[in-house]
């Protein structure tokens, strides 16, 4: 990125050659306006100037539908303190102008070295990203500024075009169970996979190979929230009303060993035909939940990670997603016990068999009781 502190508004660069650059992973071809000269260049963004203006791009990880208004304004004024821009204001964006769908954001700052400055963004969705076109000069260069981005943006070529993104039900592969994305949630692309595989790994989702992978964009758009449902072979127990409380603590402890003293106890969560478990790690920097349900191939584990100031987003989209999965089998997938399991849990967790239980067991002590300790009858012989 530009350091706009070493910004030289009165520099003259003789026009360069025009010249495609290529940025691979961007997944562009830029053309630049006349009188801009290329000053660094990579697969990933491209920096130039020209005489009073510098330029640069970039491109922010996961695709999204770039709306005008007031989504991207976090982006841009980190972008610019980043480069030592004083007191950045940014305006709400709006629709770009030519042929191409963008959006384009004005913003105004001052320069170290005194004096007025401006800014014009652009950006708009590439596969699994958005990218980023910048213009930086003195406030008189403001017309020329967004003359040349909307000229730049309109020539070039996108060479990664946006997929389609699908809020469609996701099944597991093998798994035997079909996830439908919570609202304003969709299916990661193929092309965010590796993203959505990195933030995953602060969590215990483990291997990512059989999960289904969704994600929702933050409320700052810079980037997103990632959930993975995963099937696990082992087990959460009947988890009915009776004995949640306990088969939480038992899941508690499997997933999160010595840190689970530290992890709240579970929400239940009722389903129509189950109940699940939900919990709220605490991590540095992040918002966690996990969430666990049974079904007839052992367990169904959820997670979900991304910034802080969307743990809500992050629980209405796990508790959605809950709500929203079914299973193959007979009776929605639900899960099989054994008989001595069935018995142990009613002997353990139901009063009324308890003591029915109880009742049983005294006659039949006390049948016994009364056979061996009765007086043997005396014969008359």
């Excluded at 963004?45 to 330029?55: E, H, I, S, Y």
């Excluded at 075009?161 to 597991?172: E, K, N, Q, T």
Aim: aromatic residues 8%; charged residues 15%; proline residues 5%.
């Amino acid at each position: 990125m530009l350091a706009l502190v070493a910004l030289s508004l009165s520099a003259f660069v003789a026009p360069a050659a025009a010249e495609p650059y290529a940025l691979a992973v961007a997944g562009i071809t830029v053309n630049l306006p006349r009188g801009y000269q290329m000053t660094r260049w990579s697969d990933y963004d491209l920096n130039a100037k020209a005489d009073g203006l510098v330029l640069d791009i970039w491109y922010t990880p996961w695709q999204m539908a770039v709306p005008v208004g007031a989504v991207l304004q976090p982006i841009y004024l980190d972008h610019l303190k980043d480069q030592h821009a004083r007191q950045p204001v940014v305006a709400p964006g709006v629709a770009g102008e030519g042929a191409a769908s963008w959006v384009h954001t004005r913003a105004s700052f001052d320069l170290d070295g005194g004096g007025k400055a401006v800014a014009h963004f652009a950006a708009f969705a590439a596969d699994g990203k958005v990218v980023h076109v910048g213009i930086y000069g003195a406030a008189n260069s403001d017309r020329k500024a967004a003359a040349d981005l909307v000229a730049l943006v309109n020539s070039m070529k996108l060479d990664l075009p946006p997929v389609a993104l699908s809020s469609d039900p996701v099944a597991s592969a093998k798994a035997g169970f079909s996830v439908k994305p919570a609202a304003g949630w969709r299916a990661v692309l193929a092309s965010e996979r590796d993203n959505a595989e990195s933030l995953l790994g602060h969590t215990g989702a483990g291997k990512l190979q059989d999960c289904v992978l969704l994600a929702a964009p933050t409320t700052d758009g810079a980037g997103a929230a990632v959930l993975a449902a995963c099937p696990q072979t082992w087990q959460v127990g009947f988890a009915d009303d009776s004995s949640f409380a306990d088969d939480a603590l038992t899941l508690r402890s499997l997933v999160f060993a010595k840190a689970a003293s530290k992890i709240p106890e579970a929400e239940k969560v009722e389903l129509k035909d189950r109940n699940a478990m939900l919990f709220r790690p605490t991590m540095n920097d992040y918002a966690l939940r996990f969430a666990a349900v049974s079904y007839g191939k052992g367990a169904v584990s959820i997670w979900a990670i991304g910034p802080e100031s969307d743990a809500d987003t992050l629980e209405q989209g796990v508790k959605e997603t809950l709500s929203g999965l079914t299973f193959t089998g007979p009776d929605n997938g639900l899960a099989e016990h054994a008989m001595g399991d069935i018995v142990f849990h009613a002997l353990s967790y139901n009063p009324l068999v308890m003591g029915a239980a109880g009742l049983m067991v005294a006659s039949v002590f006390g049948g016994l009781g009364f056979l061996l300790f009765r007086k043997p009858a005396v014969s008359a012989g």
